[in-house]
Structure formats: C-alpha cells, structure tokens
C-alpha cells in the first residue's frame, strides 16, 4: 500500500547577508534610480528633505578634526553621509539654483526643453510635421525634440554647469563628511544612534 515518493531537494539556499560600506550605497543608488524610473521622485525628495539635520549642528565648528586613522575616516564618512544627507542634497539643489541664476541662456534652454517635452506627450497630438512629403512620426518627433533640447543645452553652457556642480558638491560633502567628527553628535543627542563607535 505504501508507495515511496521521491521529492527533490536539490538546490541552494542564499542567506541575504546584509551590505556594508560602498556596496551598500550602490544599491540604494540603484534602489533611488527605480523610483525615479517610476515618477516617484518629487515624493522621494521631500522625504529626504524633511530628515534634514539643523545647520546650526550641520557647520558646527567645535566639531571638526582631523581622525586619527584611516579606518576611522571611512567610518566617519559614511556616518555623516547618513546622517547629514538631507543638507547634503540641499547643498546641491542650492548650487544648482545659483547655476541656473547666474546662467539665464541655459533656465531659458531648459525650460523650452521642458515645455517641447510637455506638448510632446500631452493628450492627442494631432500636430503631424513633414519635411517634404516625408511625415514625422511620434517616436521621429521625441528624436529631433531630444536632438534638439541636447544642442540647445550644449550652446548653454550644460556640460560646464553639470560639472561644476557634481564638482563643488562632491568636494564639499568630501571635506565635510571627512573632518565632521558625529562622534561628538552621539554623545550629545542619541547614545545609540551610531552604535559603532570605537577609539582606534
């Protein structure tokens, strides 16, 4: 009456190990581009910005030194780039303000960029250019407007601006990040808010 069955087993079991360091901020990197991809950035944004950490504790001067080791570096700089990330965004959005201000040809780019783009997609479009008797398609239409935008920011001054201000950005929240000492910020807040901390 009894019969044997053979089941199968075979197989792997992958235990999710948590990541640590530089891993870790790849993925919430990667994480942070899929809410882009779906259009929940503006909420994502508002998020981080309510976490922001007061400035007064933010530029702080008592609370800057140099660390005494390499290892304590590394520690304190991901540390501060958790803990300070809303005024790191902000510092950002900030120099990119003052780009856009003190470079009125590429607001004027970006926001005829933004409005082809907003005629493009919105509703019906029952605009059909033709070059000759050739009529554009939609996805032709998305082409030239892109070529278009692309040119438009490049005779602005886009190349420049980006990369003056990925590079003022970085370098502040490097130096920031590197000499603010949170060490002193878990005393005087929250015990446990960087459990990690040990003297090297």
């Known amino acids: 009456m009894s019969e044997n069955v053979n089941i199968d087993l075979a197989g792997e079991i992958n235990a999710t190990t948590e990541k640590r360091g530089f891993q870790k901020y790849v993925n919430d990197l990667d994480l942070l581009l899929q ?6 950035a503006p909420t994502l944004v508002m998020g981080v910005l309510s976490s922001r950490r007061p400035w007064t504790q ?18 304190r700089f991901y ?8 005024n790191y965004l902000m510092i950002f ?3 990119f303000a003052y780009c856009l201000i003190t ?6 780019a970006m926001a005829a960029s933004f409005f082809g783009y907003k005629k ?3 509703g019906p479009n029952t605009w059909k250019p033709k070059i000759g008797n050739w009529e ?3 996805t032709q239409q998305y082409v030239a407007a892109v070529s278009c935008s692309t040119l438009i920011m490049w005779l602005a001054g886009a190349g420049a601006v980006l990369f003056w201000v990925l590079g003022a950005t970085v370098t502040v929240v490097a130096l920031h990040a590197s000499f603010f000492d949170a060490e002193t910020l878990a005393l ?4 446990d808010q960087f459990p990690m901390i040990e003297q090297v």
Do not use: Y
């Not at 933010?58 to 520690?75: C, E, G, M, Q």
């Open 58 to 75: 933010f530029v702080a001067t008592d609370n800057f030194k140099a660390p005494a080791s390499i290892p304590r570096l590394s520690r």
């Open 188 to 191: 005087s807040d929250d015990p």
């Open 79 to 86: 540390r501060n780039i958790e803990h300070f990330q809303a």
């Open 93 to 95: 959005l900030g120099l």
């Open 136 to 138: 554009l398609t939609k």
């Open 103 to 108: 470079t009125p040809l590429l607001l004027i």
């Open 120 to 122: 493009l997609t919105s």
């Open 35 to 40: 809410h882009v991809r779906s259009g929940a």
